[in-house]
């Protein structure tokens, strides 16, 4: 088995990337991060999947670029959207895929992993221009650019298998794969024991995505 750092937010995305990183028998190091977002229960949450899932080590990296503000998910000054909204969000938080990347870019380089797996999604995303695969790519040369594997010959990946999928394909995959989505949280106003509002776009496209898939929703809703 080879060495992967999979992000892991705690919401289904992440939830189902790891549970396809463990399906092509990676050993994963989950990492996530206290950025400073509004509530902290999707973190509780990527800690109990991670838990769940028998990750090799879970890291929990603190960086607060809620201080910057700009951004609906990391300031209560700035209200989180009902679903509907259109162009890009006030959720969209600045550069906040790059900084993540970067860091699991680093921890690859020190565990000598070969991949790092997210969880950007450009069907259903909600407009975030750091979710589209020309991003990725462009992410994907700076790696092969900036890392010593990368100048020696033997870049690490960037892997983002749900990028072309739809939120009915994700739940669907995750579902065969054997993902508890009950442990996931997507909401952007979750309340503190992970309950969902049902009415942010997070909220709409979850919601959605199990309909369409003609599958339960285990989300616990206020």
């Known amino acids: 088995m080879?060495?992967?750092v999979v992000l892991l937010s705690g919401g289904m995305d992440s939830a189902t990337v790891l549970a396809i990183a463990q399906q092509e028998q990676q050993d994963c190091y989950a990492?996530?991060?206290d950025y400073g977002q509004r509530h902290s229960a999707e973190l509780n949450a990527a800690r109990e999947i991670a838990e769940s899932a028998g990750v090799l080590e879970h890291r929990v990296i603190n960086i607060d670029i809620g201080?910057?503000?700009g951004s609906a998910l990391t300031d209560e000054a700035i209200d989180v959207p009902a679903a509907g909204s259109h162009g890009i969000p006030v959720t969209y938080v600045p550069a906040r895929n790059t900084i993540f990347l970067s860091y699991a870019l680093a921890w690859a380089e020190v565990l000598n992993a070969d991949r790092i797996y997210n969880g950007v999604n450009a069907v259903d995303y909600s407009g975030y221009p750091?979710?589209?695969p020309e991003y990725v790519d462009a992410f994907q040369t700076m790696a092969?650019?900036?890392?010593?594997?990368?100048v020696e010959g033997d870049p690490i990946q960037i892997l983002s298998?749900?990028?072309q999928l739809s939120k009915s394909d994700i739940v669907t995959l995750g579902s065969g794969l054997g993902v508890d989505y009950s442990l996931t949280v997507s909401c952007y106003s979750a309340a503190a024991g992970g309950e969902a509002c049902g009415e942010?776009?997070?909220?709409?496209l979850r919601r959605k995505g199990f309909e369409d898939a003609c599958l339960p929703d285990p989300t616990r809703y206020i």
């Open 2 to 4: 080879t060495k992967s």
């Open 31 to 33: 990492l996530s991060f």
């Open 67 to 69: 201080q910057l503000g």
């Open 130 to 132: 750091d979710c589209r």
């Open 144 to 150: 092969n650019l900036a890392t010593k594997r990368g």
């Open 161 to 163: 298998p749900l990028i």
């Open 200 to 204: 942010c776009d997070a909220c709409d």
